[in-house]
C-alpha cells in the first residue's frame, strides 16, 4: 500500500472503530452463557466497567493504527496489523456486552481515538520501531493488570462479562510478550507514569461518561 491508502485505511478504521461498525472474527467468548438476574445495581456497576473496557479497545485500536501507519519495517507494521485484528474481536465483543446491559457507549470516544493515535503516530514518528514496540508492552501490560482487576469488581453473576473479560486479558498479555519478542524498548519511568496517569484520567472519566 501506498502512503495514501495507508491513510485511507486508518480514516476508514477510527470512523468504523467510532462510529461502532466493527465485526468480531473469533466467536465471542461469552457464547450462550445465561446471566444469573442482576441487580439494578449490578447491572449499572457491569455497564460502567464494560464502558472503560470498551473505550481501552478504541485506544488500541488508535494506537495500532497509528503505528502501523508509523512502522518502518514491513514485519512490525504486520505485526501492528495482526494484533489489531484482535483487538477488533475486542472492541465489538465488548460494545455487544454494552448493548446486552443497556449501558451506552463513552460520548468522549472520539476524543480518546484522537488522543491515542497522536501518541501512537508521535513513538512511531520520533522513537521509531523499538519504541512503538516498547509502547506496545506498557500499555498492554497496563491493560492487563486493569483487566484482571476487573474481574474482582464484575458482579459475581454477570457470566458473559467476565467471560469476555478474561479472555481480554489472556490476549493482552500475549500481545505484550509478542513486542517484547519483537525487540522492544523499555520505556523510562517518568513516561510509564505518566502513561498511568493519564490511563487513570482515562478510566474515572469513562466510568460515568
Ligand atoms: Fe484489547
Ligand atoms: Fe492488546
Redesign the pocket.
Known sequence: MNPTDRFLVSLDNALRTVSGAVHAARPNPAGRLADEELGAGERQLSGALMRVNHVGEVC?QAL?QAQALTARSDELRREMDR?AR??TD?LAWTQTRLDELGARRSLLNPLWYAGAFGIGLLAGKLGGDRLSLGF?VE??RQ?EAHLASHMERLPAGDHASRAIVAQ?RD??A???DEALAAGAMGLPGPVRQLMRAAAKVMTATAHRL
Open positions: 488500541a495500532y494484533a484482535e483487538e475486542h506496545v500499555t498492554e491493560v481480554m490476549d493482552e500475549r500481545h505484550a
